[in-house]
């Protein structure tokens, strides 16, 4: 193998579009936008994440859509590096507004990646369907 081959790659990966429906259609549609939102709830004041009516916290339907810049701290990764289409890396992300986001780590190499490491969000095209949001180091 040359040393180009050896060096790690910047990771990719294809992802499917995603299922969406009328509870989650606003973030769709600001994903088309670039923008990255999270619901908040306004009886307890705590963010959630994935976005939805009822707040995991309190069980108020009380809850608003918030922009968010999206960044935030890894808290726990995996690089799954034996895949056919190459390597990639999942894992938790610690929004600043408290939420843990379940994700992909993408256009970064896959030793690059550390607990605690700041990320920011940035979004994926995906076959036929919204983006959806990946992240990356800052
Ligand atoms: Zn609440």
Redesign the pocket.
């Known amino acids: 193998m040359s040393e180009t081959q050896d060096k790690p790659a910047v990771m990719t990966r294809a992802i499917p579009a995603p299922v969406t429906n009328v509870e989650t259609q606003p973030f769709w549609d600001a994903a088309k936008d670039g923008r990255f939102l999270i619901k908040r ?1 306004t ?4 963010a959630h994440w994935y976005p939805r009516a009822i ?1 995991p ?4 339907a009380e ?1 608003v859509w918030e922009e968010s810049p999206g960044e935030g701290v890894i808290y726990a990764f995996s690089v799954m590096r034996r895949s056919p289409t190459g390597p990639y890396a999942i894992g938790y992300v610690t929004l600043d507004e408290g939420p843990a986001v379940l994700t992909n780590f993408l256009g970064v190499e896959p030793d690059a990646l550390t607990i605690g490491q700041r990320v920011k969000v940035r979004f994926q095209d995906t076959d036929g369907g919204p983006p959806v949001p990946v992240f990356a180091p800052i």
């Open positions: 709830c009886p307890c004041g705590k707040c916290h309190c069980m108020s809850t």
